[in-house]
């Protein structure tokens, strides 16, 4: 069954010149039917260089937006049009302009998880592999860094020589992880290695062996020498280190970390978007489109 809407997918998908992004967060039977899978970055850049005249975007919104902003030439599609980031809506604009008013002299860097409305308050945009290198790399000495407080609390410890303010934004997701969850599953995988994503609070970033991106922390453990994990992200990744890596282990910090508004995307979801009848249309007014990509092109430039 599942390989049967696989392989109709597949046909469809080269029949029509249709290029089909996944972000790691999603099920391994979307993953299999991917023309490319990666993190937030990889997919942001991924995207200019794809032949294809559409994309279908299997994420969250924010990430079939930044795909638009890249390509405004090409039909992009959100695979589930209910697929949204918290995060990326917990700021509005007009907030962020009056914190600007209190900060004038501070460079304003937004998470990639941010709706395109907020991005056109933004000097420049971050992901989470990007945002130490791009923060050291930016030549203002003062940071404000939207939305994630866990995330701008990471970053600002690794880059020490600049001012942060930080907002108290966050991934509900991530943000729900206690220390003592951290200490119980160290203490039933003693040898385990624990690798973590920098939206989880700072006390459970601390005992990391690794802090990184979703796909950081893919690369980190296949090429480890060490032989068990302990994967403090969404637990697609764990199901997906797992088929890569069978002969090590990995083990889901909590059962709780997953997160509800990727995985509401489904393979009969695609099949419906390759067949022309769901998803949505990503449409952008231009001028929004032209404030809004500045800040994307500017990541690409500092963090490529
Ligand atoms: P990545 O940048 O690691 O892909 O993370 C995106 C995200 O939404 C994590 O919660
Ligand atoms: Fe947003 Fe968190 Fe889900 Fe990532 S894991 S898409 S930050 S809610």
Do not use: W
């Amino acid at each position: 069954m599942i390989k049967d809407l696989q392989q109709q997918i597949l046909n469809l998908k080269s029949e029509k010149d249709i290029c089909i992004l996944a972000h790691s967060y999603m099920s391994e039977e979307i993953c299999e039917i991917a023309d490319f899978v990666g993190d937030s970055y990889a997919l942001s850049v991924k995207t200019k260089t794809a032949p294809q005249g559409t994309v279908i975007m299997c994420g969250v919104r924010f990430m079939a937006e930044t795909v638009k902003m890249l390509s405004p030439q090409k039909k992009v599609i959100l695979a589930n049009p209910d697929a949204g980031c918290p995060m990326a809506e917990q700021f509005d604009k007009e907030i962020i302009a009056q914190v600007k008013k209190t900060y004038p002299d501070y460079a304003v860097v937004a998470y990639v998880n941010t709706t395109a409305e907020l991005k056109t308050v933004a000097d420049v945009c971050v992901t989470s592999s990007s945002a130490v290198k791009i923060c050291r790399a930016l030549p203002s000495e003062n940071i404000l860094f939207i939305p994630d407080i866990n995330l701008g609390t990471y970053v600002k410890a690794q880059v020490p020589e600049k001012n942060f303010k930080l907002l108290s934004g966050g991934c509900p997701t991530h943000a729900k992880i206690e220390k003592e969850e951290v200490l119980a599953a160290k203490k039933a995988h003693p040898d385990a290695l624990f690798l973590v994503h920098p939206e989880c609070r700072p006390e459970v970033v601390e005992l990391a062996d690794y802090v990184g991106s979703t796909s950081g922390i893919m690369e980190f453990a296949e090429i480890s020498g060490g032989k068990e994990f302990i994967i403090g992200t969404e637990n697609s990744i764990v199901q997906h280190l797992q088929f890569k890596c069978p002969g090590k282990s990995f083990y889901p910090l909590s059962k709780d970390l997953v997160c509800h508004n990727m995985k509401i995307t489904t393979l009969p979801d695609v099949l419906s978007c390759v067949l022309g009848k769901g998803g949505e249309e990503i449409v952008m007014d231009e001028k929004l489109r032209m404030q809004a990509v500045k800040c994307i092109e500017k990541m690409i430039e500092l963090g490529g």
